[in-house]
Nanobody
Framework: QVQLVESGGGLVQAGGSLRLSCAAS????????MRWSRQAPGKQRELVAS???????NYADSVKGRFTISRDNAKNAVYLQMNSLKPEDTGVYYC????????WGQGTQVTVSS
């Protein structure tokens, strides 16, 4: 099993920044890719960014150039640096880890005011 705990969410004005953190524990040696997804009210959950075990990254078009995903294998953590935030970035942000299945954290709320 893998346990994931997100932190770092909050309320920020448009144009501001936040850094989300996700701490992993449990069977972490089996983790391949790690991801950040988000879900806005009334919308489906969408993938925001992913990072492979080798460090390759991918981003949703809506966040390219503004968000950066990174990974610290020594700390068993993954981060999402979010800059130039927009009101449409508002939602619950979830960390997930891929082993033979996907594991999810409980999420952290990000609210961007205009």
């Amino acid at each position: 099993q893998v346990q994931l705990v997100e932190s770092g969410g909050g309320l920020v004005q448009a144009g501001g920044s936040l850094r989300l953190s996700c701490a992993a524990s449990g069977s972490i040696s089996s983790i391949n890719a790690m991801r950040w997804s988000r879900q806005a009210p009334g919308k489906q959950r969408e993938l925001v960014a992913s990072i492979s075990s080798g460090g390759s990254t991918n981003y949703a078009d809506s966040v390219k150039g503004r968000f950066t995903i990174s990974r610290d294998n020594a700390k068993n953590a993954v981060y999402l640096q979010m800059n130039s935030l927009k009101p449409e970035d508002t939602g619950v942000y979830y960390c997930s880890a891929l082993t033979g299945r996907m594991w999810w954290g409980q999420g952290t709320q990000v609210t961007v005011s205009s």
